[in-house]
């Protein structure tokens, strides 16, 4: 199994860092724009460098046919997917690895703030083939 670099794994664990200031702070219960606006504020003030909401084309034999919304891609290498949800259900894990496939990354955290205790919430998800 690849792993990813250093570098990304170190942005992960910042990012894993920063979220966890944000449950921390609010706990679960809120809605995920909640969460999205509070990790945004928290990876600004840690000076993670981030997009949110980042734009992606969806291709097919080479041809655009949509666009899809990352709800953050971290200094250009990891994909970061928030939820507020009962559970990570299969159908988030195949998003992430659809959005790390089309993307051509390699890393993809998603992060569900509706847990008592984050880490409980936090799916790490590799891509190791780039088919």
Do not use: C, W
């Not at 790390?100 to 998603?110: E, N, P, T, V």
């Amino acid at each position: 199994m690849l792993e990813p670099s250093p570098k990304v794994d170190e942005l992960a664990r910042r990012v894993i860092g920063a979220a966890i200031e944000v449950h921390r702070h609010l706990g679960p219960g809120f809605i995920e724009s909640t969460y999205q606006r509070a990790l945004e504020i928290e990876l600004q003030m840690q000076e993670i460098p981030h997009q949110r909401e980042a734009s992606m084309e969806v291709l097919y034999k080479g041809n655009t046919v949509g666009r899809s919304s990352l709800d953050f891609l971290v200094d250009r290498e990891l994909v970061v997917e928030l939820k507020a949800v009962e559970s990570i259900a299969p159908i988030h894990q195949a998003q992430v690895i659809s959005y790390l496939q089309a993307s051509k990354l390699q890393l993809g955290l998603i992060i569900n703030f509706n847990v008592p205790v984050l880490k409980e919430g936090i799916k790490r998800i590799v891509l190791t083939s780039f088919a």
